[in-house]
Every structure is written in structure tokens, then in C-alpha cells.
């Protein structure tokens, strides 16, 4: 799978000086820059160490099976379209590199609801579905008990509040507050899209 972070760091040079000291115990294979330049830190066939404790669809020790790209962004701003050019360049190369499908294209806080918010509400992921590069269904389906809808997704397990926020982040973020009946269609939307896809995948 391949996972999205941003550095959460000011800039450039103090995520590099990061991801780069031994001493952190934090790495990831790609950096990519505002102005879209691309730095790949790690192998791609190498275990680095970017997502931590968490799991997706099933599937612990992320780190093992992924490759974690680092966006430079403090989190707060929005991705500069340069930065998401890149982006769209490098995923297709990734994904038919490693057989990796749009449903394994996830974002830091989809695998670690409970502890991790990047790349947060300001990042794009309908641009990157209408790319075919994640997945990210229009429309609404049934309402649905969302906990049966997140797992039925891939979320791990985390706080009812941790869960909702994640899929917030990523599917729904302008919303906020208690939970919704339209968080549970959307949640249904994505899973019965995210059940589609599994069932083709190879």
C-alpha cells in the first residue's frame, strides 16, 4: 500500500534533517517538495520507518508493506498544486510498480485513526480520484450503522470520536460535530465502493 503523511515541520530543510537522523527513528521513501520536486530517501523495496503502530482492511506492521510519501506542509495550509502534480506523477509509477490498487492508497490518519491526523481536511483526495489514483465515491447509500461501515472500509479499531474523525478527514471535511445520518450513507457509499473494488482486485 502506499501511505500519505504531511511533515507537519516549517519547511524543506527541517524535515529532511528529520527523516534523515538516525537518532529520530522516522523515515519514509518519498519527499516531495511545494514547488513539486521529488526525493526519494529510501528504497522502495526497503522497510522505512513512516507509519507506526496501526493497520488497514485487516493488515498489521504497515511499515513492512508500504511505501509512505512525505508531503511537505505544515498541515495548516493548503497542498500547492505543483506539490500535487508531483504527486499524480509519481502514484501511477508506484501503483503499477507494486500492483497497488486505490483502495491501498490511504492516508496516515486512515490506518492510525486513534493518534494521527495527517494529511488532514486541506488535502485533495477527490482530485486524486478523479485521477483513478484513490478512491473516493460520490453519492450517498444506505443509513447504515457507521462503526459496521468503517470496518466493512478497512479502519482498525480506535474511539468511536478517533474513527469518525478520520473518515471525516478523508471523506466529508467540512463536517464536524456529533455524528450524522449523512457520515453513516457516505460511510455506506465507501464501503459498497471499497467492497467493488476488492472483489475485482487481482
Not at 491501498?104 to 486524486?128: C, E, N, Q, T, Y
Not at 478523508?170 to 463536517?175: G, I, L, N, Q, S
Not at 465502493?193 to 476488492?198: D, E, G, P, T
Request: some cysteine; glycine content about 8%; hydrophobic content about 40%.
Amino acid at each position: 500500500m502506499i501511505v500519505l503523511h504531511y511533515t507537519g515541520m516549517r519547511g524543506l530543510a527541517d524535515a529532511l534533517a528529520r527523516l534523515c537522523d538516525p537518532s529520530a527513528q522516522v523515515s519514509a521513501h518519498y519527499v516531495i517538495c511545494p514547488q513539486g520536486r521529488i526525493l526519494q530517501l529510501v528504497a522502495d523495496d526497503m522497510r522505512a520507518w513512516h507509519a507506526g503502530a496501526g493497520s488497514w482492511a485487516g493488515q498489521g506492521d504497515i511499515n513492512s508493506r508500504s511505501i509512505g510519501i512525505e508531503l511537505v506542509n505544515s498541515g495548516a495550509l493548503p497542498f500547492p498544486d505543483p506539490q500535487m502534480r508531483a504527486l499524480e506523477s509519481l502514484l501511477p509509477v508506484l501503483m503499477a510498480r507494486h500492483a497497488i490498487t486505490p483502495h491501498d492508497v490511504i492516508g496516515h490518519s486512515d490506518m492510525a485513526p486513534d493518534r494521527k491526523d495527517d494529511p488532514g481536511p486541506r488535502f485533495d483526495w477527490p482530485r486524486l480520484a478523479r485521477e483513478g489514483l484513490a478512491l473516493a465515491p460520490t453519492g450517498l447509500g444506505a443509513d447504515c450503522p457507521l462503526a459496521e461501515s468503517l470496518n466493512a472500509i478497512g479502519y482498525p479499531p480506535a474511539p468511536r470520536d478517533k474513527r469518525l474523525q478520520a473518515f471525516r478527514f478523508r471523506f466529508h471535511p467540512t463536517a464536524n460535530g456529533p455524528e450524522t445520518a449523512t457520515d453513516r450513507r457516505r460511510a455506506d457509499a465507501v464501503a459498497q465502493a471499497f467492497q467493488s473494488l476488492r472483489a475485482v482486485a487481482p
